[in-house]
């Protein structure tokens, strides 16, 4: 018997790596998994193998910033399951880019799908967990990005700072309901979200370089500790911000971009091009 036996966890963002991995994970542990993301194709290919695996999976798409599509969301866990017992809130959205030159529609993106979708799963997640009266345990991945400046992430930045505060905030007010909230910090992992800069081999090694565990991180990390964190494993643990970096930030946050500094309006760049 593992601790996901006949328990039901929903993972956000299951279409993308690190969910698709974590989701691979809780069922691995036993767990029922609800999966859902914005991108109803890959999401339906993450549920198919796992249903093949011989796990009972609810795959429901929507848009996380959308409260009636996260309300319908919580509709059919209900339906389908009648309860929850965790939810890794991973699904998250980020884009490059100077702040003094961010659109507002895409600085508004960032906020929509990280900190109002990261409170509207959060809040949805609770309430059955509320209603069911067993306790639970919610998991949000954050980002080193949440607590350290990154040039030209700054939107995406400003937005996990928040899903940060909101998600002790929730440690404290869901403790009366036994709901264990915390947070996990990934440094640089190998998804597609970070495709477009470790392709580049100079980049990539210059991550490597400053990583202290000797390489870049990969989906499974994650998703190992989230499995953990959700588990009565972690019974005690609440409120805690856990990184999961190799180490990137004992240095600080790698620079991906950088400007001189001597040259007024200089522009910022490539790290690894000055
Ligand atoms: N890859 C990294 O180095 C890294 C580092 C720190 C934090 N993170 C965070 O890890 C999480 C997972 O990212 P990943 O690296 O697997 O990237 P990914 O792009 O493979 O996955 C992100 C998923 O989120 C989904 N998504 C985006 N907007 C959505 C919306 N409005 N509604 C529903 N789903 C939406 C995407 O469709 C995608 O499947 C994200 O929150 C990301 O910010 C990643």
């Known amino acids: 018997m593992s601790d996901f036996d006949g328990r039901t966890v929903l993972v956000t963002g299951a279409a993308g790596d690190i969910g698709a991995a974590a989701a691979a994970a809780f069922a691995k542990a036993g767990a029922?998994?609800?999966?859902?993301?914005?991108?109803a194709d890959a999401l339906e290919a993450v549920a198919a193998v796992l249903r093949e695996a011989g796990t009972d999976v609810l795959a429901h798409a929507c848009d996380q910033a959308d409260p009636v599509a996260v309300e319908g969301l919580f509709a059919a866990i209900s339906a389908h399951a009648g309860r929850l017992d965790a939810a890794f809130l991973n699904a998250g959205y980020g884009?490059?880019?100077?702040?003094?030159?961010?659109?507002?529609?895409?600085?508004?993106?960032?906020?929509?799908?990280?900190?109002?979708?990261?409170?509207?799963m959060a809040q949805?997640?609770?309430?059955?967990?509320?209603?069911?009266?067993?306790?639970?345990?919610?998991?949000?991945?954050?980002?080193?990005a949440a607590t350290h400046i990154c040039d030209m992430l700054g939107a995406y930045a400003s937005s996990k700072a928040g899903v940060r505060m909101l998600a002790k905030s929730l440690a404290s007010e869901l403790g009366v309901w036994r709901i264990r909230v915390n947070l996990v910090l990934p440094g640089v992992i190998e998804t597609a979200m970070t495709q477009s800069l470790i392709d580049d081999p100079a980049v990539r090694s210059d991550a490597i370089s400053n990583t202290p565990v000797g390489r870049l991180g990969k989906p499974e990390d994650i998703a190992r500790l989230a499995v953990f964190l959700c588990s009565d494993a972690a019974g005690y643990v609440t409120g805690a911000e856990v990184l999961a970096d190799g180490g990137q930030?004992?240095?600080?946050?790698?620079?991906?971009?950088?400007?001189?500094?001597?040259?007024?309006?200089?522009?910022?760049?490539?790290h690894t091009q000055r």
Do not use: C
């Open 124 to 144: 949805g997640a609770a309430r059955l967990m509320r209603q069911a009266g067993r306790g639970g345990a919610i998991l949000f991945t954050a980002s080193t």
């Open 95 to 120: 884009r490059y880019g100077a702040l003094i030159d961010t659109p507002f529609e895409l600085w508004r993106k960032h906020v929509e799908v990280n900190l109002n979708g990261g409170f509207l």
């Open 32 to 39: 029922n998994l609800v999966v859902t993301d914005r991108r």
């Open 249 to 270: 930030t004992l240095h600080g946050y790698p620079r991906w971009f950088s400007a001189d500094y001597a040259q007024a309006g200089a522009e910022f760049i490539p």
